[in-house]
C-alpha cells in the first residue's frame, strides 16, 4: 500500500525533526559546562560586587538600600531572575543595569558565588607594568 505524497511528506518532516532534536540533544550534553572568569577578572567582580553593589545592599551584603545578598536571603530566590536584575535592573527603583560592567556569563559567576556566600574583597588586582 503506497502513502498518500502528504502523509509521506508529513512523516519525512517529523523524522528530519525529531533527528534533528536527538543531535542537539546530544551536542548539548557533550558541551563542559562554561568555566568561570579568569583570577584576575574575578578579582575584579568581587571587588565590584563589595563596592558598587554593597553601596546600596550593604558592605557586608546584609542589606541596605537594597535587599540583603546572602546566600540565606537569596535561597529560594531563581538565579535566572538575579542574573536579569544584575543585567537589566530594576526600573522605577534605584537598581541600575549592569549590562555594561559585566557579561551575562559573568552575572551568572556572581549569582552563582553569591548563593554559595560571596567571598571577601582582596581589592583590585594590581595594573600590569610593560617596559
Given at each position: 500500500?503506497?502513502?498518500?505524497?502528504?502523509?509521506?511528506?508529513?512523516?519525512?518532516?517529523?523524522?528530519?525533526?525529531?533527528?534533528?532534536?536527538?543531535?542537539s540533544a546530544s551536542e548539548a550534553r557533550s558541551v563542559a559546562p562554561q568555566a568561570g572568569p579568569q583570577p584576575e577578572r574575578a578579582r575584579e567582580l568581587v571587588h565590584i560586587v563589595r563596592q558598587d553593589c554593597g553601596s546600596c545592599h550593604g558592605l557586608t551584603l546584609k542589606g541596605g538600600l537594597g535587599p540583603a545578598l546572602t546566600a540565606e536571603a537569596l535561597a529560594e530566590k531563581p538565579a535566572e531572575g538575579?542574573?536579569?536584575?544584575?543585567?537589566?535592573?530594576?526600573?522605577?527603583t534605584p537598581m541600575p543595569p549592569f549590562a555594561t560592567i559585566v557579561s551575562e556569563a559573568e552575572a551568572?559567576?556572581?549569582?552563582?558565588?553569591?548563593?554559595?556566600?560571596?567571598?571577601?574583597?582582596?581589592?583590585?588586582?594590581?595594573?600590569?607594568?610593560?617596559?
Amino acid at each position: 500500500m503506497k502513502l498518500p505524497p502528504l502523509v509521506a511528506h508529513v512523516a519525512l518532516l517529523i523524522g528530519a525533526a525529531v533527528v534533528s532534536a536527538l543531535a542537539s540533544a546530544s551536542e548539548a550534553r557533550s558541551v563542559a559546562p562554561q568555566a568561570g572568569p579568569q583570577p584576575e577578572r574575578a578579582r575584579e567582580l568581587v571587588h565590584i560586587v563589595r563596592q558598587d553593589c554593597g553601596s546600596c545592599h550593604g558592605l557586608t551584603l546584609k542589606g541596605g538600600l537594597g535587599p540583603a545578598l546572602t546566600a540565606e536571603a537569596l535561597a529560594e530566590k531563581p538565579a535566572e531572575g538575579l542574573v536579569a536584575t544584575i543585567i537589566g535592573g530594576r526600573p522605577g527603583t534605584p537598581m541600575p543595569p549592569f549590562a555594561t560592567i559585566v557579561s551575562e556569563a559573568e552575572a551568572q559567576w556572581i549569582v552563582d558565588q553569591l548563593m554559595r556566600g560571596f567571598p571577601s574583597d582582596a581589592g583590585l588586582p594590581q595594573a600590569r607594568h610593560t617596559p
